[in-house]
């Protein structure tokens, strides 16, 4: 029998260099869609697949992102002074329970995998999820949650994979597929980032895993790996073959916040689907598309 998902590592500490200048002050997490910051709908996905322990690895003035998570009885006082009740609601349903926020500082920015490997002690011996919040991921069931449906009889490793076009696959871990049935693939291996020509499939990993712990003794050996970086996905190759490596195909929308256009695209189609903004922003986009 699997072990319950109970923690999620959730990766902050890039720079967010493609958003500059906006990011020079504010961490990319905290720019927002609609009127919640990216990091939030990451946060909602855990909490809705049963997640209770919430480990953010940072960087640099990341701070604001654990703030972000903490009561701020200052703001509660002006707000009910000002009798903005609805106001006060939006800022108390994001709390979390004390003590599940774990911040952890990771010193240098040496990739994904050693990222991963600075929660090792927050994790111990049992498996984990991982979020990378840039993939802003809406479907119901949320992935994750509709992940650790399957993994509870796949077990071992995995992740969420889409199809994206052949001339981008050089910007994702790429599956190579043994075989497909229904929306689950056995992988083989993942190879991170190849040449267009050598991609393996177009099958992506889009930034959502559940991971066995044997994983931390991988990622210590690890060498650096594309970009000189330590990769998730060699740790990940790097598993005796007996244990099973899975993606579940997802079905729903996907936004690459990484990315300004995926920002952008993110912001109009979550702002269309609220009822109250809904047929204002579809006004304004048909008159600026006159
Ligand atoms: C990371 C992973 C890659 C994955 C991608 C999804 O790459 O290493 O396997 O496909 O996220 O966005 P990054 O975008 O951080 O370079």
């Known amino acids: ?30 720019l927002p869609i609609v009127d919640k910051p990216l990091i939030d709908y990451a946060f909602e996905e855990a909490i809705s697949a049963g997640i209770e322990t919430f480990i953010f690895i940072t960087g640099k003035d990341k701070s604001v992102i654990t703030d972000y998570f903490d009561k701020s009885i200052e703001l509660e006082a002006f707000l009910r002074d000002k009798g903005k009740h609805e106001a006060i609601d939006s800022i108390i349903k994001i709390l979390p329970d004390s003590g599940s926020i774990v911040s952890i500082r990771q010193r240098e920015p040496l990739g994904l ?17 991982v979020i990378l919040p840039d993939e802003l991921l809406i479907s119901d069931p949320p992935c994750l949650k509709s992940m650790i449906e399957s993994y509870v009889s796949l077990g ?51 930034g959502r ?4 712990p044997v994983v931390f003794s991988n990622l210590k050996k690890q060498q650096p790996g594309v970009n000189g970086e330590i990769q998730l996905t060699d740790a990940i190759n790097s598993f005796d073959s007996s244990v099973p490596f899975h993606a579940k195909i997802f079905k729903g929308q996907r936004f690459d916040c990484g990315s300004k256009i995926g920002f952008l695209e993110a912001n109009l189609a979550l702002a269309l689907e609220r009822p109250d903004l809904s047929d204002k922003i579809r006004s304004s986009i048909l008159k600026l598309l006159k």
């Open 113 to 129: 995998g050693h990222a991963v490997l600075c929660a090792q002690d927050i994790i111990g011996d049992e498996p984990f999820a």
């Open 209 to 212: 895993y559940i991971l066995d």
């Open 156 to 206: 071992g490793n995995l992740i969420a994979t889409m199809k994206v076009p052949k001339n981008e696959t050089s910007n994702y871990g790429i599956l190579d597929i043994e075989s497909i049935s229904d929306d689950i693939i056995s992988v083989n291996r993942m190879v991170e980032k190849p040449k267009t020509r050598s991609a393996p499939s177009c099958f992506a990993n889009i």
């Open 1 to 30: 029998m699997t072990k319950k998902i109970r923690k999620v590592v959730i990766p902050v500490a890039g720079r967010g260099t493609r958003f500059l200048p906006a990011t020079k002050v504010i961490p990319k997490e905290m």
